[in-house]
Nanobody, 123 residues
C-alpha cells in the first residue's frame, strides 16, 4: 500500500502547476483525500480535500479560487491544479488518505501519507 505525490517543480509567480497523488495497493475512490503543505520554518497546513461522500470539495481560504482538487478515477489518482501561484505557495506538498467519508483538517485521522513533492514559486 503506497501513496505518492508528484508534479512539483520550479514555477514563476503567476504560473500554474498540477500535482498528482497516485495510489498503489488500494483504491482512492474509497478514501477521502487531502492535500497539505509545509513551507520552510512553518507547520504543515491543510489546503484542499475531496471526500468519498457526497460533500465538497473544500479548499483553504489561502488557496480558494486558485487551486482545484479533483479525482481522476481512471488513473486511481487525485490531482491538485494550482493556478496564479504566489511565492507564499512555496512548500513541500503532501497528499493523505482517510477512510472517513468527510474532509478533516487534522492530520491524525489520515491513514496514509505520500512523500512530499517540492513546489518552488520564484522569479
Amino acid at each position: 500500500v503506497q501513496l505518492q505525490a508528484s508534479g512539483g517543480g520550479l514555477v514563476q509567480p503567476g504560473g500554474s502547476l498540477s500535482l498528482s497523488c497516485n495510489a498503489s495497493g488500494f483504491n482512492l475512490e474509497d478514501y477521502s483525500i487531502a492535500w497539505f503543505r509545509q513551507a520552510p520554518g512553518r507547520k504543515r497546513q491543510w489546503i484542499s480535500c475531496t471526500s468519498n461522500g457526497n460533500v465538497g470539495p473544500f479548499h483553504a481560504n489561502s488557496v480558494k479560487g486558485r487551486f482545484t482538487i479533483f479525482r481522476d478515477n481512471t488513473k486511481n489518482s487525485v490531482r491538485l491544479q494550482m493556478t496564479r501561484l504566489k511565492e507564499d505557495d512555496t512548500a513541500v506538498y503532501y497528499c493523505a488518505a482517510t477512510t472517513l467519508e468527510y474532509c478533516v483538517v487534522e492530520e491524525d485521522v489520515y491513514d496514509y501519507w505520500g512523500h512530499g513533492t517540492l513546489v518552488t514559486v520564484s522569479s
